[in-house]
């Protein structure tokens, strides 16, 4: 979905998030800020590629959690489609979630939805002047990384979407539940477990929801 100006020198920022409401109240926002706006709305990962192959944006806003592919993998696709657009992340995972995996993936800035209107206009300012923006709670988990990852901890060893579903068992949701959130089968989630066990070193959920809890992963 495209919403234009008649006016052509304005800011182009593509909101991808599967929440209607989320995407018109970021609309809403940048809109209070800046004025006229080129507005695309995508709703899922092939929206969001889609929109970007066909068109240029001066930042893509994007969610982590969304239908069918991750919002990580959609970094990545992103990031080798069009290596300098800007990309924000905003998502209800605290920090010490997704953050340094997301910077690490290309990421332009890390935000909660939590946070107040003015600290998003602030990232999207940020990173559209070519910045990186940093939270004060990334900061600090930031200082705490540098030097201390002489070895690798073990989640470090998964891939994005395995490091997405430990989070989900982690916070107590079902194969099931699971399933339904990120538009998979629940064959696919078992397999998905299956790996995370295996390359973790571990038999059971409670092993893995007491290493996610011990390494701040969930709350």
């Known amino acids: 979905m495209l919403h ?4 052509q020198n304005f800011m182009r920022i593509l909101i991808a998030d599967d929440h209607a409401v989320v995407r018109r109240g970021l609309s809403e926002i940048m809109a209070d800020e800046y004025g006229p706006l080129t507005v695309g709305e995508a709703q899922n990962a092939e929206d969001t590629l889609r929109l970007v192959r066909e068109q240029d944006w001066d930042i893509v806003v994007l969610d982590i959690s969304m239908p069918g592919k991750s919002g990580l993998e ?8 069009r290596p300098k657009l800007p990309v924000l992340i905003l998502t209800t995972h605290p920090e010490e979630q997704y953050a340094l995996r997301v910077l690490k993936a290309g990421a332009a800035g890390y935000m909660t939805k939590e946070g107040a209107p003015e600290h998003l206009i602030e990232a999207v300012r940020k990173v559209t002047r070519g910045e990186r923006y940093i939270s004060p709670a990334l900061i600090n988990i930031l200082a705490a990384s540098i030097g201390v990852n002489v070895e690798q901890p073990p989640h470090e060893s998964l891939s994005d979407r395995e490091y997405q579903v430990l989070c989900l068992i982690a916070s107590g949701k079902s194969v099931g539940q699971i399933a339904a959130e990120l538009s998979l089968s629940a064959k696919t989630i078992s397999t998905y477990r299956a790996r995370i066990l295996e ?3 571990m038999k059971t959920n409670a092993e893995l929801t007491h290493y996610a809890i011990s390494n701040k992963l969930v709350g």
Not at 4 to 7: D, F, I, N, Y
């Open 4 to 7: 234009e100006s008649p006016t």
């Open 74 to 81: 959609v970094l990545k696709e992103l990031k080798q489609l």
């Open 199 to 201: 390359k973790m070193g």
